[in-house]
């Protein structure tokens, strides 16, 4: 029997899609932790150093959006934000200099977990489609996190300078198509306050959203998809723990929270 992690999710599911009466989808692709057993006693990897490198919590940022998707395979057994040749972490080189194995994966897994890969995206597709039918045109908000205390539990965190608590990716967007949307977005969650201070959001500083999930809505949506990278710095939890601040947990859903009815103004325009 597939063994289950906190949330009920087995090493067998691969992701969850919730519908509702929106234009408006969120996605969790790198929320997952869960990796099949076969390429499991392959790793050389821990646990704890893959959920480092996750984005966990981030499906829990997206609850209250009513179109989601969360994925729930770990990143390093597939990684659906690279392009299908890089999907699959074979070298350090693709994964923060990490050796992940032990023993690679054969051919036979290897088309196994990119059989994943294609179906994820397949899926996709057809949801969009259905959003585009229902409401012409539609916004996803692909959700992420990222580390600011590479150098350990101990060390300063980056500079915030270039480690924004939000940074928007729109490396694949038509930028000016889209600013009627974006930008509102964008002023939306500076205004949300947070312990006293208002969220510092900027655009393409820590990342510029060059992931294969927006490549991907925007070169077959190109005119009613506009899909932007979210990654939130992980101000919400102790990286090196994996342990949440659940006040701030509360906080980043909040601010998703906030963002709807704008989007959905903005969208209509």
Known sequence: MASQDESGNSAADWW??????????????????AVRPAIATLMAISEAERLREEDPFTAFAACDVPNRIIFH??????????????????????????????????????RDTLSV??????????????????????????????????????????????APDINIGTYSMDR?????????FMEKLRGFT???????????????????????????????GCAMAIEFKKFFMDEWTGLPDKSAL???RAM??????????SLGR
């Open 16 to 33: 969850t899609v919730h519908c509702g009466l929106s234009p408006i989808l969120a996605t969790a692709i790198h929320n997952g932790h």
């Open 73 to 110: 395979r770990s990143r390093f057994e597939v990684d659906l934000n690279r392009a299908r040749d890089g999907a699959i972490y074979l070298s350090p080189e693709q994964a923060w200099g990490i050796d992940i194995w032990n023993a690679k994966p054969d051919p036979k897994s290897i």
């Open 117 to 162: 890969y294609d179906a994820y995206y397949s899926m996709l597709r057809h949801v969009l489609r259905q959003l585009e039918k229902h409401h012409g045109r539609f916004v996803v908000l692909d959700i992420h996190s990222y580390n600011h205390r590479r150098g350990g539990p101990d060390a300063a965190p980056s500079d915030p300078k270039t």
């Open 176 to 184: 000016d198509r889209w600013a009627h949307v974006l930008d509102p």
């Open 194 to 224: 947070f312990r006293g201070h208002r969220m510092d959001v900027r655009e393409n500083v820590a990342f510029e959203g060059k992931g294969e999930q927006t490549r991907f809505i925007h070169e077959t949506f190109p005119r009613t």
């Open 250 to 252: 509360v906080a980043m």
């Open 256 to 265: 998703v929270r906030s963002t709807l009815p704008v989007l959905e103004e």
